[in-house]
């Protein structure tokens, strides 16, 4: 997966929060907006981390402003928690998009997804919580309406995932190319 990650003020912020409906994925996944859904690639990391690093090299930071709790269902049919709880965004949204269909575009264009209204390339999300019961993700979704949380994107991850944790494995400034 390659996503926006959250600066230092605002992982912590959101942190607190996570930890309120996922203490397990706090401990095991840093917060994150996916960009490119996750995929499979056979192409080295390095030559990985050199094509994904031109094209986020040319697209300058951004802010995003979380909020609009949703709850959606997972549709991974191995998940016991299949109730996510997640914070949409209500501005820096189209930042997001547009870096998400230049990866596609260049990069990534066999794994763009078939069904993209649920993608990275018109939901731009992060996944805060989850559950096993509806009725404890609504519940969730209440308490935090009203709420909202700001990420000053500055840096793009590619994650790779580990027994249903997701690792930073390499860390791309955005606008370095265009900072030079």
Same mark, same amino acid.
């Given at each position: 997966?390659? /996503? +926006?990650?959250a600066d230092d003020t605002?992982r912590r912020e959101i942190? %607190? #929060?996570?930890?309120?409906?996922?203490?397990?994925? &706090?401990?095991?996944?840093?917060?994150? &907006? $996916?960009?490119?859904?996750? =995929?499979?690639?056979?192409? $080295?990391? #390095?030559?990985?981390?050199?094509?994904? *690093?031109?094209?986020?090299?040319?697209?300058?930071? =951004?802010?995003?402003?979380?909020? +609009?709790?949703?709850?959606? !269902?997972?549709?991974? $049919?191995?998940?016991?928690?299949?109730?996510? %709880?997640?914070?949409?965004? +209500?501005?820096?949204a189209e930042e997001s998009?547009?870096?998400?269909? /230049?990866?596609?575009?260049?990069?990534?264009?066999?794994?763009? $997804?078939? =069904? /993209?209204?649920?993608?990275?390339?018109?939901?731009?999300?992060?996944?805060?919580?989850?559950?096993?019961?509806? @009725?404890? +993700?609504?519940?969730?979704?209440?308490?935090?309406?009203? @709420?909202? !949380? =700001?990420?000053?994107?500055?840096?793009?991850?590619?994650?790779?995932?580990?027994? *249903?944790?997701?690792?930073?494995?390499?860390?791309?400034?955005?606008?370095?190319? #265009?900072?030079?």
């Open positions: 997966m390659i /996503a +926006a990650l605002a942190d %607190l #929060v996570r930890a309120l409906y996922d203490r397990t994925g &706090v401990d095991e996944t840093p917060p994150h &907006v $996916p960009i490119v859904d996750p =995929f499979e690639e056979n192409t $080295p990391l #390095v030559d990985l981390i050199d094509m994904v *690093g031109l094209i986020v090299s040319v697209h300058q930071p =951004f802010m995003l402003e979380l909020s +609009a709790p949703e709850r959606t !269902y997972d549709h991974d $049919p191995e998940t016991e928690v299949p109730q996510l %709880l997640q914070l949409i965004a +209500a501005q820096g998009q547009r870096l998400a269909e /230049a990866l596609y575009r260049d990069v990534f264009p066999h794994q763009r $997804p078939d =069904f /993209a209204a649920n993608s990275a390339l018109h939901r731009t999300a992060m996944t805060i919580g989850r559950f096993r019961q509806e @009725k404890d +993700a609504d519940r969730a979704v209440t308490d935090l309406a009203g @709420k909202s !949380y =700001f990420l000053v994107v500055t840096q793009v991850g590619i994650l790779e995932e580990d027994d *249903g944790s997701w690792t930073v494995r390499h860390r791309m400034d955005l606008g370095s190319m #265009v900072q030079s």
